[in-house]
C-alpha cells in the first residue's frame, strides 16, 4: 500500500548524479518533468560500528539518491510511521534535466509539517500519472 505525502517546500536530492542512467529515462523533452518516488529508510554502518539512519529515494523501484543527515532527520519520523501501517511513503519530485545531466528536487512535508489528522486518515493514494504523450484528453471541466 502507497500513501502520498502532502507536499512541502524543495529538498535536495543527493548523489543523482550517480543514478543518471535511470533518471535521464524520465526526463522530459522540454527539460522539467514531475515525477512519483518512493522513499525508504536505509542504514549506514560507519567503520565504528555506528548505525545512522538516512533516507532513499527510489523510482520505479530503482535508487536515484538519498537525503542528507539533516533532511533526513525531517523524514524519518514519517517513513517510520508510513512502515508501522504497511504502507510506502511517495513523494512528488521535479526531475530537470538534459542528455548530459540530471537533477532531481524532492517535494514532501516535514514531519512536524503533517497534521494529525494526514497521520490517522490514511493511506493517502497517489494519483495515477500518464506516461509522456503528445496529446492528452482533458475532461472539460479543466479546458479554456
Same mark, same amino acid.
Given at each position: 500500500?502507497?500513501? *502520498? %505525502?502532502?507536499?512541502?517546500?524543495?529538498?535536495?536530492?543527493? #548523489?543523482?548524479?550517480?543514478?543518471?542512467?535511470?533518471?535521464?529515462?524520465? &526526463?522530459?523533452?522540454?527539460?522539467?518533468?514531475?515525477?512519483?518516488?518512493? *522513499?525508504?529508510?536505509?542504514?549506514?554502518?560507519? #567503520?565504528?560500528?555506528?548505525?545512522?539512519?538516512?533516507?532513499? &529515494?527510489?523510482?520505479?523501484?530503482?535508487?536515484?539518491?538519498?537525503?542528507?543527515?539533516?533532511?533526513?532527520?525531517?523524514?524519518?519520523?514519517?517513513?517510520?510511521?508510513?512502515?508501522?501501517?504497511?504502507?510506502?511513503? *511517495?513523494?512528488?519530485?521535479?526531475?530537470?534535466?538534459?542528455?548530459?545531466?540530471?537533477? %532531481?528536487?524532492?517535494?514532501?512535508?516535514?514531519?512536524?509539517?503533517?497534521?494529525?489528522?494526514?497521520?490517522?486518515?490514511?493511506?493517502?493514494?497517489?494519483?495515477?500519472?500518464?506516461?509522456?504523450?503528445?496529446?492528452?484528453?482533458?475532461?472539460?471541466?479543466?479546458?479554456?
Amino acid at each position: 500500500m502507497n500513501t *502520498l %505525502l502532502p507536499w512541502g517546500s524543495a529538498i535536495q536530492v543527493l #548523489k543523482e548524479e550517480n543514478h543518471f542512467d535511470v533518471l535521464f529515462r524520465h &526526463v522530459p523533452s522540454d527539460g522539467v518533468g514531475l515525477l512519483l518516488v518512493s *522513499l525508504h529508510k536505509e542504514i549506514y554502518t560507519l #567503520k565504528n560500528g555506528t548505525q545512522r539512519p538516512f533516507v532513499e &529515494v527510489r523510482l520505479d523501484g530503482k535508487r536515484v539518491g538519498e537525503l542528507s543527515n539533516v533532511t533526513s532527520a525531517h523524514l524519518l519520523p514519517i517513513l517510520g510511521h508510513t512502515e508501522t501501517v504497511g504502507e510506502t511513503a *511517495l513523494a512528488y519530485a521535479k526531475v530537470t534535466g538534459s542528455a548530459l545531466a540530471a537533477q %532531481l528536487v524532492l517535494h514532501a512535508a516535514k514531519a512536524t509539517e503533517i497534521s494529525n489528522d494526514w497521520l490517522s486518515n490514511g493511506p493517502h493514494p497517489a494519483p495515477k500519472l500518464l506516461p509522456l504523450a503528445k496529446r492528452y484528453d482533458v475532461p472539460p471541466a479543466y479546458a479554456k
